[in-house]
């Protein structure tokens, strides 16, 4: 059986300006990054087709360690409706080097449903990640600098300093650091650490904004800390905003590449969904829009996190609106979670299946509460029975709803057509415009323990000290009218990753809450998540080389 790699690597690459006139651009208005990628120019984008053209998004259940496919699974159908004569562009988020070094590996993708140059994409791309990381770490500078400044000083307290320095790259030993040892000409010690890219506030600003001045005022926005005389310090005291943005002026353009079947691909912004909003770009959504009849889209992990937040926090500020969600089931992930051990998922095993599909019920049960149709689409194994896949097609049924057999791993967009007419069949007879699941009006305890009940299933919502006392500087500060973008575990719909299944009768723990105001949200951080990841003991960057001829191996 072929790697992705070895894939990837046979397939017929057209010339991005070939992708451009298939979309109606003119070439001329691309600025090409090699052969085959390109950036947009924000030109493009129509707003009265965006409101007109279809979206269709894709989510998952509660994930296996390795992922459940809804990025294969995006891609593959986006062929497929290609293929049924649905002018189609997928629309994903860049990779960060983290999970491509860490465990998970690369992200675009599989098989013969992969987003192309795929080395590329999951390396340095067109440098979105490095000017995010540039521009985040120019205001740590700018904060340093000004403490350590004897003129223009703002009075800023080092104690009560939020921002961090981002990497993108899994280092559990930069989370916490102590900078400026040295003396009077090192700067004021103080402790702090590193946050990985994809969760930098600078990131989650650049996937909101609507154009490059909008991201300049939520740069500004940008909340450092307070003075000693507990008056707030944002990025616009310190004149920040207008360098950041010029960091930022080529990482604002969608990127344009393409899938292995040729079809459009604007990919564009890395946040994750457990720590960050975990959508790609307002900007890239609309563009994609704006150039074709069907947008598929991804948002991360399962649906109590990128879905939840793509619909409260995403929807709700560009006014988007999904006509359909697609949610990818696994029979393995189903196994999984009905106590099957992960080695043994590509077992035979109904019973475990059995039990384990009420994850699959409860994130069918969500959807509905935002008001939107679903189809399942059950990302098909080669180890998969017939028998498995039959008994969660009819469970499906019962609740109204259709469940498909898909191979894109295999076949590509070839493996999605039932998917694709099944698909745009319901996206095309829904009218429903999606419910948000509160009002951003309430308290913010009230939105987060609405979320925490409606959506992961909780009994209750507790406060650490540290969490209430956040909540006083929310509020203190006039920011408590904001979304709240909660950070949990993928690994289940609890805060405890160790908690399969449908939980029930549990209590989630916000342990503090930190504040976006330039991306325009606020942040509870629940369980043990941690915002700068480790590797594992066997990285993936372990399997990764590179010959003379600058062929790479080992990506996945």
Same mark, same amino acid.
């Given at each position: 059986?072929?790697?992705?790699?070895?894939?990837?690597?046979?397939?017929?690459?057209?010339?991005?300006?070939?992708?451009?006139?298939?979309?109606?651009?003119?070439?001329?208005?691309?600025?090409?990054?090699?052969?085959?990628?390109?950036?947009?120019?924000?030109?493009?984008?129509?707003?009265?087709?965006?409101?007109?053209?279809?979206?269709?998004?894709?989510?998952?259940?509660?994930?296996?360690?390795?992922?459940?496919?809804?990025?294969?699974?995006?891609?593959?159908?986006?062929?497929?409706?290609?293929?049924?004569?649905?002018?189609?562009?997928?629309v994903l988020r860049e990779p960060?080097?983290?999970?491509?070094?860490?465990?998970?590996?690369?992200?675009?993708?599989?098989?013969?449903?992969?987003?192309?140059?795929?080395?590329?994409?999951?390396?340095?791309?067109t440098g979105d990640f490095a000017?995010?990381?540039?521009?985040?770490?120019?205001?740590?500078?700018?904060?340093?600098?000004?403490?350590?400044?004897?003129?223009?000083?703002?009075?800023?307290?080092?104690?009560?300093?939020?921002?961090?320095?981002?990497?993108?790259?899994?280092?559990?030993?930069?989370?916490?650091?102590?900078?400026?040892?040295?003396?009077?000409?090192?700067?004021?010690?103080?402790?702090?650490?590193?946050?990985?890219?994809?969760?930098?506030?600078?990131?989650?600003?650049?996937?909101?904004?609507?154009?490059?001045?909008?991201?300049?005022?939520?740069?500004?926005?940008?909340?450092?800390?307070?003075?000693?005389?507990?008056?707030?310090?944002?990025?616009?005291?310190?004149?920040?905003?207008?360098?950041?943005?010029?960091?930022?002026?080529?990482?604002?353009?969608?990127?344009?590449?393409?899938?292995?079947?040729?079809?459009?691909?604007?990919?564009?912004?890395?946040?994750?969904?457990?720590?960050?909003?975990?959508?790609?770009?307002?900007?890239?959504?609309?563009?994609?829009?704006?150039?074709?009849?069907?947008?598929?889209?991804?948002?991360?992990?399962?649906?109590?996190?990128?879905?939840?937040?793509?619909?409260?926090?995403?929807?709700?500020?560009?006014?988007?609106?999904?006509?359909?969600?697609?949610?990818?089931?696994?029979?393995?992930?189903?196994?999984?979670?009905?106590?099957?051990?992960? &080695?043994?998922?590509?077992? =035979?095993?109904?019973? /475990?299946?059995? !039990?384990? %599909? #009420?994850? @699959?019920?409860?994130?069918?049960?969500?959807?509905?509460k935002f008001n939107i149709c679903?189809?399942?689409?059950?990302?098909?194994?080669?180890?998969?029975?017939?028998?498995?896949?039959?008994?969660?097609?009819?469970?499906?049924?019962?609740?109204?709803?259709?469940?498909?057999?898909?191979?894109?791993?295999?076949?590509?967009?070839?493996?999605?057509?039932?998917?694709?007419?099944?698909?745009?069949?319901?996206?095309?007879?829904?009218?429903?415009?999606?419910?948000?699941?509160?009002?951003?009006?309430?308290?913010?305890?009230?939105?987060?323990?609405?979320?925490?009940?409606?959506?992961?299933?909780?009994? &209750?919502?507790?406060?650490? =000290?540290?969490?209430? /006392?956040?909540? !006083?500087? %929310? #509020?203190? @500060?006039?920011?408590?009218?904001?979304?709240?973008?909660?950070?949990?575990?993928?690994?289940?719909?609890?805060?405890?990753?160790?908690?399969?299944?449908?939980?029930?009768?549990?209590?989630?723990?916000?342990?503090?809450?930190?504040?976006?105001?330039?991306?325009?949200?606020?942040?509870?951080?629940?369980?043990?998540?941690?915002?700068?990841?480790?590797?594992?003991?066997?990285?993936?960057?372990?399997?990764?080389?590179?010959?003379?001829?600058?062929?790479?191996?080992?990506?996945?």
């Amino acid at each position: 059986m072929s790697t992705d790699l070895e894939i990837a690597r046979k397939a017929k690459l057209l010339p991005i300006t070939d992708i451009a006139k298939k979309m109606g651009i003119d070439p001329e208005l691309l600025e090409l990054y090699g052969k085959y990628k390109a950036k947009l120019p924000l030109s493009l984008i129509d707003m009265k087709k965006v409101e007109q053209n279809i979206l269709i998004l894709v989510s998952a259940i509660s994930p296996t360690p390795a992922g459940e496919g809804k990025t294969t699974m995006s891609i593959g159908l986006s062929q497929a409706l290609n293929r049924i004569g649905k002018k189609t562009t997928v629309v994903l988020r860049e990779p960060s080097l983290g999970p491509v070094f860490g465990v998970k590996g690369g992200a675009t993708g599989g098989g013969y449903s992969q987003v192309l140059p795929m080395e590329d994409i999951n390396l340095h791309f067109t440098g979105d990640f490095a000017a995010v990381e540039k521009a985040h770490n120019l205001l740590a500078a700018l904060i340093d600098n000004n403490l350590q400044s004897k003129k223009n000083n703002l009075g800023l307290d080092p104690r009560t300093v939020l921002w961090k320095r981002v990497m993108d790259m899994n280092d559990r030993a930069l989370r916490r650091i102590i900078i400026g040892l040295g003396g009077k000409t090192m700067g004021v010690p103080r402790e702090t650490g590193f946050d990985i890219t994809a969760a930098s506030e600078v990131m989650a600003s650049l996937c909101l904004a609507n154009d490059p001045q909008d991201l300049k005022r939520k740069l500004g926005n940008i909340f450092i800390g307070f003075t000693y005389d507990k008056k707030p310090v944002y990025a616009r005291d310190l004149k920040a905003e207008g360098a950041m943005a010029a960091l930022l002026k080529d990482a604002i353009k969608p990127n344009l590449v393409q899938t292995i079947e040729n079809t459009p691909a604007i990919i564009h912004g890395g946040p994750f969904a457990n720590i960050a909003q975990g959508t790609n770009s307002v900007i890239a959504t609309r563009m994609g829009l704006s150039l074709s009849d069907y947008v598929v889209t991804e948002a991360g992990f399962g649906f109590d996190l990128g879905a939840e937040k793509f619909f409260d926090i995403k929807c709700g500020y560009s006014g988007l609106s999904p006509r359909a969600v697609v949610l990818v089931a696994t029979a393995r992930a189903l196994k999984y979670h009905g106590g099957a051990p992960l &080695a043994d998922v590509s077992k =035979p095993n109904l019973e /475990a299946l059995a !039990k384990g %599909i #009420e994850n @699959l019920d409860k994130h069918i049960e969500n959807i509905k509460k935002f008001n939107i149709c679903s189809v399942v689409a059950i990302n098909r194994f080669t180890t998969d029975t017939d028998e498995e896949i039959k008994f969660i097609i009819d469970h499906v049924a019962k609740q109204g709803i259709k469940a498909i057999d898909v191979n894109v791993w295999g076949k590509g967009g070839e493996g999605a057509i039932e998917l694709a007419k099944v698909v745009s069949y319901v996206a095309e007879r829904c009218q429903n415009k999606f419910k948000p699941m509160y009002d951003w009006n309430w308290p913010v305890e009230k939105k987060i323990e609405t979320i925490a009940r409606e959506i992961y299933g909780a009994h &209750a919502v507790d406060y650490t =000290p540290q969490a209430k /006392a956040d909540l !006083k500087n %929310i #509020e203190y @500060l006039g920011l408590d009218k904001l979304p709240v973008c909660i950070a949990k575990t993928q690994k289940s719909l609890s805060d405890n990753p160790d908690l399969l299944g449908r939980p029930k009768d549990f209590v989630v723990t916000v342990r503090t809450i930190e504040i976006a105001s330039g991306a325009g949200f606020v942040i509870p951080i629940t369980g043990e998540i941690m915002r700068m990841p480790g590797l594992p003991e066997v990285p993936a960057a372990n399997n990764i080389d590179i010959d003379n001829e600058g062929n790479i191996t080992g990506l996945f």
